[in-house]
């Protein structure tokens, strides 16, 4: 697919190249709107404006809520004000408020006076509520029926006011705006009787989220139940929304790569990599790097304290990095797994004690086996093969007894950090590798030391 795309792309910009716009129209109309959006992508400034104009007003509103916030910008700018204002009348209600939140201020006055009255109050609507919120990511437009009406009235409704709605699958009963059930176009259409009310097949248990509920969960609800759309409601039980799957997807695309930015010591970035500058890279980066590298001044500070007792055995020296990485890759993989599954809502701080036995037998399990490992390999690799006749019997048993003691320590401490770091409100995320190796390396050398005074240093 990837290379048929590329392939696809070389084909517009020729035939954008030789001026052929009649065809490149014709190719676009055949085209899906995201698929257009990444062709903008890649096209020279002057050029997207012309480009975009060949669309369909509806292919155009498509392509235009998938395209970049810079590129947006960039055609906003170059609009009249007919053109932005046929814009914003085909953009469904969520990605014009979506569209406003990422403008400057003086592009989104231009929006806004270009959208029709009923618009800016829906926009306004969705902007008051917190960010990240159920409210801010929902749409206003949704088809909703009387109780009283039939299943031939309601398809009818459906005709006439579908076509500027975002979804009709999925239609929500109510009366004066109270959510009293959902019936689906599919019951509709299979209903034995088209003069029966809406009433009598509508489902009344219906699954809803408040405008305040996180828009991690709602996405994940609407994973767990199957959902087209899911249903929003005010603290009075009113419907004023829904969030469809589309936008769920956008969110979990968002927060995961959040997770990813934060696991691996880099602050969240709102922009792609290619279009990220070096001095954007750098200032998402440079904190949690200074952080750390503060923070491994312990380590130093630890080994310094024993650098007598290293003085007289150095072949300890030799081992420390192995160690501190295997600690270190042990409370990655624990603190990953917990991570993934609190993002999951499989785990609770109830859950904490059988977190951590689980990860005791892992550990004991992971630390005999790589202990038994690392003894072979010093024994016959460092000893043997190498000729390091410093190493004894009792110097690899300090350091696989360190190895074992470590990987346990590690897993203990990489599975509880995150879990104790949602419950005082901090994103789980944030105590990932980076954070946990630190400590772990810190720990890994007090064991180490310690283990190699009680056995060696006598």
């Known amino acids: 697919m990837a290379e048929q795309f590329v392939t696809l792309q070389k084909s517009l910009k020729k035939l954008l190249d030789e001026k052929k716009y009649q065809t490149l129209k014709d190719v676009l109309g055949t085209m899906n709107g995201a698929d257009i959006a990444a062709v903008f992508e890649d096209l020279d400034e002057e050029r997207t404006p012309l480009l975009f104009r060949l669309l369909p007003k509806e292919l155009a509103a498509e392509t235009f809520a998938e395209l970049s916030p810079e590129i947006q910008e960039q055609l906003i700018t170059g609009f009249s004000d007919k053109e932005l204002r046929e814009l914003v009348s085909e953009l469904y209600v969520d990605d014009a408020a979506d569209l406003v939140e990422e403008m400057p201020a003086n592009v989104v006055k231009r929006i806004l006076a270009q959208a029709d009255p009923q618009m800016r109050s829906e926009i306004n609507q969705i902007l008051r509520y917190p960010e990240n919120s159920a409210g801010s990511i929902m749409t206003t ?95 009075d039980g009113r419907m004023v929304g829904i969030v469809t799957f589309d936008d769920a997807m956008d969110v979990l695309v968002e927060e995961t790569t959040e997770d990813i930015e934060k696991m691996a010591g880099m602050l969240p970035s709102e922009k792609t990599y290619l279009r990220s500058t070096p001095w954007d890279l750098f200032k998402h980066r440079i904190p949690w790097l200074m952080l750390l590298m503060v923070s491994a001044t312990f380590t130093g500070m630890i080994i310094t ?77 460092d000893r043997l093969l190498l000729g390091n006749t410093d190493i004894t019997a009792l110097t690899a048993f300090v350091v696989c007894a360190t190895m074992a003691v470590t990987v346990l320590v590690a897993k203990v401490v990489g599975c509880t950090l995150p879990m104790v770091a949602k419950k005082l409100g901090f994103d789980p995320a944030v105590m990932a590798s980076p954070f946990i190796t630190t400590i772990v390396d810190a720990l890994s050398l007090l064991v180490y030391f310690g283990i190699a005074s009680a056995l060696l240093f006598k």
């Open 141 to 235: 437009e949704y088809v909703s029926l009387r109780p009283q009406m039939t299943i031939a009235e309601a398809i009818q409704r459906i005709r006439r006011t579908g076509v500027d709605k975002e979804t009709i699958y999925t239609c929500y009963v109510t009366v004066e705006r109270k959510l009293l059930g959902t019936v689906s176009v599919k019951d509709m259409l299979l209903a034995p009787n088209e003069n029966i009310p809406v009433s009598e097949i509508m489902d009344e248990h219906v699954i809803s989220v408040n405008t305040m509920t996180d828009q991690e969960e709602v996405a994940q609800m609407l994973s767990k139940y199957n959902f087209l759309a899911l249903p929003v409601v005010d603290t």
């Open 305 to 381: 304290g024993f650098e007598s007792k290293l003085a007289a055995q150095v072949v300890l020296t030799a081992f420390i990095p192995m160690l501190m990485d295997t600690g270190g890759n042990s409370g990655s993989q624990a603190s990953v797994t917990v991570i993934r599954a609190l993002s999951l809502g499989e785990l609770e701080l109830r859950d904490l004690p059988k977190v951590v036995w689980k990860e005791i037998q892992t550990a004991v399990l992971c630390g005999v086996a790589l202990a038994a490992l690392c003894f072979a390999k010093i024994m016959l690799f």
